[in-house]
């Protein structure tokens, strides 16, 4: 071995050439032939290798072509193309069980899918239909499997989401024992992994069904299940606890839900819970803690500035412009909306009871408000505060404490100014409602709440056009703003522009769908236009959205009796007299259609009603004894005449009627009558002459009633045509020719004045508010109170 040692010189260290003959003896092929070893491998190697002919592949480089062949003078054919063509494919046999196992399973996946497409697009019966054939095929699936393969080869991923899919459509179309029972499958399948946390779905099906030991009772098992590292989970879970403890009103429970939650994972709905837990319980101090609480929870989103361009970067502001309005952006103003929103009402809740009063509490809480991140809310809460004095009854306050908003930013002061003038136009104060307008409107131009109050002290003082222009203005800067439309509509109306007014009211409800408001309106302007088939048409939508309105009712039967269809008109004023049995037109109406029909007994009923209405009107009293004397119980007549006359001694008719009786009948006071009445008839001609004298040439003859009540003088020209219309028709009933009918119909007005008003009611669902008209048109014209 020490032949191959070479060792370094020890002179001639700065020889330049010195180790160039040096060389590795591996690379001596001089000495192979003397190799034992390297010879044997080569002749143990040489005598492997088939003959030749055969080429044997070289792995390394069979690829590329290089084989023992090809070195003797074949063709270099790297791709085998000397070959020829490849074999076919082999063709797949589809009736072969692994082929049928393979579609029918991807079958299941594409109904599964289909169901969930159609559970989102809102069709949860055809999402119900996909689940249960999905249901029924993986079955099936499952069955051949057992078949062909083992039973470990089954797809339990196949087989869970089948299920669960199944469970969800069933609690999804309200099915919730099927639900259940497809959720046990599940739970009970020790096969299918964290299925335990299915007992979740189940505890909310039983919180629906409103049994809610057991709906705890699964929250709690799926909460055991639930490893802690799923910190999220469990929190929702624990809210979903608290949540049923309220519903059962066991508030200690819930207290203590939502406090370990609010220690551990704060969030708003948590601490909105919590406070309302504590106010059930009535626990001030515990209410204050809370609310601060509530108020520190992190929202979590970007401060408004970052959708600011700190410069004139124009790639920085497509940027900037891109984000503000993006998805991320939208939910963060949802969230920031919420958390306003739970802010406000816990304020509004806590306020009036944590401290001696209302005003007090609600200063706290502004105060609290006003340290916190949602600084901006104080104002709002302000103007609450003024609200609540409002609705206490208390002007003075509400005004003091909106007054206060004068000196504050433009919004606020525009917010306050519109509420202040809303509530002068209450009060009939339009000038002071008109300032107070004109001051929201120059604190921001684009409010569109503040430019109707404007338009409605405008509409106050008769200048409907320059209205228009204030209503058209706050449509521009907020077409959503409904009052505005509904405004001019009403503008349109009084200025006869009916065509106008039509197309702002069926715009209007192509918005608000069921707004019996706008059904009246529309219905009205057709029956102005004298189109009373549209007027009826719409008519009846009104009434499917207020079924119970009796002047909506009434308003129908007048139409389909203009129209000549009685029988209709009747089954409208009978439905509107059984909502409302006080109503005179419709009572009129009934008992002169039963008259008509000669239902006597039937009308008297509704004369009776009439007579007890308006006592003072003798009218109703002479129907009642004419019905009695034409259905021949001339007794009963006689002796309402004579009560008749006890109660109005000088009514003309009455006495008439008396001596006719008395002389068909032969009884001796028809002379005591008959002398009466000729005392009154000559009365009667004095009056007569004096007002041809021209005592009283200026206003002419005015009907009057006898024994009627001083406050009974004024009428409505609507209501005043409508009574004479239906007196002239029970004048012309058939066998009316009795003496009083040819006389002056001064004697017998039936223009009578209803003790409400004439009225054209406004038609709501709850409360049966009758208003005229006019008044109608104005307090709609009111804007809300509210800010928002």
Known sequence: MMQNVHLAPETDEDDLYSGYNDYNPTYDTEELENDTAFQQAVKTSHGRRPPDGVTRPMTAVRAAGFTKAALRGSAFDPLGQSRGPALPLE?????????????????????????????????????????????????????????VTSPENINLDLTYSVLFNLASQYSANEMYPEALNTYQVIVKNKMFSNAGRLKVNMGNIYLKQRNYSKAIKFYRMALDQIPSV?????????????????????????????????????????????????????????????????????????????????????????????????????????????????????????????????????????????????????????????????????????????????????????????????????????????????????????????????????????????????????????????????????????????????????????????????????????????????????????????????????????????????????????????YFPSNIEVIEWLGAYYIDTQFYEKAIQYFERASLIQPTQVKWQLMIASCFRRSGNYQKALDTYKDIHRKFPENVECLRFLVRLCTDIGLKEVQEYATKLKRLEKMKEIREQRTKSGRDGSGGPRGRRDGSAGGDGGQNCGAGSRGERLSAQLRALPGMEEPYDSSSNKELDASYVDPLGPQIERPRTAAKKRVDEDDFADEELGDDLLPE
């Open 230 to 578: 799923h910190k999220e989970m469990r929190i929702k879970i624990m809210q979903n606890i608290g949540v049923t403890f309220i519903k059962t009103g066991q508030y200690s429970d819930a207290i203590n839900s939502f406090e370990h939650i609010m220690s551990m994972a704060p969030n708003l709905k948590a601490g909105f819970n919590l406070i309302l837990s504590y106010f059930a319980v009535g626990d001030r101090e515990k209410m204050k803690k809370a609310f601060q609480k509530l108020i520190g929870v992190p929202l979590e989103t970007d401060e408004d500035g970052k959708y600011i361009s700190p410069n004139d970067d124009p790639h920085t502001n497509l940027v900037i412009e891109a984000i503000k309005n993006d998805h991320l952006r939208q939910m963060e103003r949802e969230r920031k909306a919420m958390a306003e929103k739970y802010i406000m009402t816990a304020a509004k809740l806590i306020a009036p009871v944590i401290e001696t009063s209302f005003a007090v509490g609600y200063d706290w809480c502004v105060e609290v408000v006003k340290a916190s991140q949602y600084v901006e809310l104080a104002n709002d809460l302000e103007i609450n505060k003024a609200i609540t004095y409002l609705r206490q009854k208390d002007f003075n306050q509400a005004v003091e404490t909106l007054k206060m908003f004068e000196k504050k930013d433009s919004s606020v002061k525009s917010a306050a100014a519109t509420n202040l003038s809303f509530l002068y136009y209450l009060e009939n104060e339009f000038a002071q409602a008109s300032s107070y307008a004109d001051l929201a409107v120059n604190s921001d131009r684009y409010n569109p709440s503040a430019l109707t109050n404007k338009g409605n002290t405008v509409f106050a003082n008769g200048d409907y056009e320059k209205a228009a222009e204030f209503y058209k203005e706050a449509l521009r800067n907020d077409s959503s703003c409904t009052e505005a439309l509904y405004n001019i509509g009403l503008t349109y109306k009084k200025l006869n522009r009916l065509d106008e007014a039509l197309d702002c009211f069926l715009k209007l409800h192509a918005i608000l769908r069921n707004s019996a408001q706008v059904l009246y309106q529309i219905a009205n302007i057709y029956e102005l236009m004298e189109d009373p088939n549209q007027a009826m048409e719409w008519l009846m939508q009104l009434i499917s959205v207020v079924p119970t309105d009796s002047r909506a009712l009434s308003k129908l039967g007048g139409l389909y009796g203009s129209e000549g269809d009685k029988s209709q008109a009747f089954q409208y004023y009978y439905e509107s007299y059984r």
């Open 91 to 147: 063709a797949r046999n589809e009736d072969s069980p692994e082929e049928k196992i393979r579609q029918l399973e991807k079958k299941v996946n594409e109904l599964v899918e289909e169901s969930c497409i159609a559970n989102s697009c809102g069709d949860l019966k055809l999402a119900l239909e996909k689940a249960k054939d999905a249901g029924r095929k993986e079955r099936v699936l499952v069955r051949q499997r057992e078949q």
